[in-house]
């Protein structure tokens, strides 16, 4: 019997397939990037065909390299990031580049639809917050600015649907990919037409993909694709779930006394309710797929794409010595930290790279002459941490809020052991990480092991395919300490910010000898 899961999970910056045996342990990875370009200031796009063939050659390098019969996959499973959109026409080719979750150029509309009462109303319908990366605002964007792509455009896809689509010829997809993009009225399990209408979203609707179970098998290999990845054609694909669903279901978040920390390109935070979460209202809220609960999330991108953008500009040298050394930088970097944490050190880092308050970018502040580059990492771990906390004193602060005893780490971080005690320390709970390495896509070789019958559902796959590997509990003194830190974050984040608000150009005749 086939028992071999495959998942793929295309991120902000890296697509990942992964092999899994049916007891969730990895078998086998590839990895590739995923490009991303800038054509304007706080536009994020990507080559939605760059980014399948991307995903088509770790795979096809997977099962060469491991050497394993694609007679023994039972499933292949995509997932990847939420929100954002792919677009294609009615042949099945790009309408336009795709775009990312971290888009913005959709500001100026949400304002727009503040003003109007467009943006309450649609928030109160589709129970969670709009925000400039949404689908729903982005395609708002588009009717706006862009009406030439909504009459080429014939299906509206999330992520991980679209590589469906090139796998399989299917167009669908879940509740919780379909949570995640604005369009769906969480507590009904099905599209905000109403509301959709009302936000002039109605020539739209039409283009949304119907909406299936994330356990469901969505369609098999085509002979075209099978081609070009070396899997077996006609083997099955599950619809599967977005990437923080994925990572959430590979971490063990299954109870609502848990709370449920990824950090990747976004702080993701999350938390499990009995009914749909409105105080306060999250940033994303979506169907879980277990046990009829619903995940509230707060998301800002204030998480460890900061480190990497360090690691890849001004640490590239010291990447490559960790490279001819057999070494990740990101272990020297965690290394570098521990040797850092008990030195007296006033530095501070302020993870905006990707957007903070009121538009204010990352800053480093609090350098002395005395300062290493271990100060310096040190300062970057920790502000990343505190953006989490922030995030999560915001979603467990509410009238409707979860009450966690334990949290659950994934993400970058939870490699590092030193990050991860770190994030206990912050929070102020205990904080387990679970097996294995790739946990979107392992979330998703758990909805591929439901669908072709190897897991009756995800609760009982849940318990069956992850297990704790790394628990860590709270230190008192670093505790005390990270409250302190985060009390001048909070301080500085709200000082800086106003000094980042756009000064008006002076005239020219008064501008020379204008009193400072």
């Not at 397939?17 to 990895?26: I, M, Q």
């Not at 102020?428 to 896509?441: C, D, K």
């Not at 509990?473 to 005390?480: G, L, W």
Request: with cysteine.
């Amino acid at each position: 019997m086939s028992e071999l899961l495959l998942g793929i999970d295309a991120g902000g910056t890296m697509v990942k397939v992964t092999l899994f045996d049916a007891a969730g342990e990895e078998v086998a990875c590839e990895h590739r990037p995923n490009r991303m370009s800038f054509p304007h200031p706080g536009w994020t796009e990507r080559d939605p065909d760059a980014m399948w063939r991307g995903a088509a050659e770790a795979v096809k390098a997977l099962l060469g390299r491991s050497g394993i019969d694609p007679a023994k996959i039972a499933a292949v499973t995509p997932s990847g990031y939420g929100a954002g959109l792919f677009l294609v026409d009615g042949t099945g080719a790009v309408a336009r580049p795709g775009l990312g979750s971290t888009d913005s150029r959709a500001l100026g509309l949400i304002e727009d639809w503040r003003r109007s009462g467009v943006a309450p109303a649609l928030s109160d319908a589709i129970q969670q917050a709009i925000w400039p990366g949404q689908t729903s605002a982005l395609l708002g964007w588009f009717q706006r600015h862009e009406p030439e792509t909504l009459a080429r455009t014939a299906h509206v896809l999330p992520c991980k649907d679209f590589l469906r689509f090139r796998l399989t010829g299917d167009i669908s997809t879940d509740p919780t990919d379909a949570g995640c993009a604005g369009t769906l009225d969480v507590a009904r399990g099905a599209y905000a037409v109403d509301a959709l209408r009302e936000a002039g979203l109605g020539a739209w609707i039409p283009r949304l993909p119907e909406i299936g179970p994330a356990t469901g098998i969505a369609g098999r290999v085509t002979a075209e694709a099978a081609a070009l990845t070396g899997l077996l054609a006609g083997t099955p694909v599950a619809r599967g779930v977005y990437d923080v669903v994925g990572c959430s279901l590979a971490s063990g978040l299954r109870h609502t006394d848990e709370l449920g920390v990824v950090a990747g390109t976004f702080s993701i935070n999350s938390t499990l309710h009995r009914t749909p979460c409105l105080d306060p209202r999250p940033t994303l809220q979506c169907p879980y797929p277990v046990d009829g609960l619903y995940l509230a999330t707060i998301a800002t991108p204030t998480s460890a794409s900061n480190l990497e953008w360090l690691c890849k500009t001004m640490l590239q040298a010291e990447a490559e010595r960790a490279l001819a050394a057999g070494r990740s930088i990101y272990e020297v970097c965690s290394d570098l930290v521990e040797q850092a944490l008990d030195r007296e050190s006033g530095a501070m880092f302020l993870p905006y790279l990707f957007g903070g308050p009121d538009g204010m970018p990352g800053a480093l502040v609090g350098l002395t002459a005395g300062a290493s580059l271990a100060d310096v990492l040190r300062a970057v771990f920790e502000g990343i941490t505190l953006a989490h906390r922030t995030d999560i004193d915001f979603l467990l602060g509410g009238a409707r809020s979860a009450r966690p005893t334990r949290a659950l780490l994934a993400g970058g971080p939870s490699k590092s052991n030193v990050w991860s005690q770190m994030f206990a320390d912050a929070i102020g709970l205990p904080m387990t990480v679970a097996n294995g390495s790739e946990f979107g896509a392992k979330g998703a070789a758990m909805c591929g092991a439901v669908a072709v019958g190897l897991q009756p559902d995800l609760g009982t796959a849940m318990t069956a395919m992850t297990r704790v590997a790394r628990s860590y509990r709270p230190d008192a003194r670093r505790s005390e300490r990270l409250a302190r830190q985060h009390d001048r974050y909070l301080t500085m984040s709200r000082r800086l910010a106003g000094g980042w608000a756009p000064v008006p150009e002076p005239a020219a005749a008064s501008f020379a000898g204008a009193p400072a």
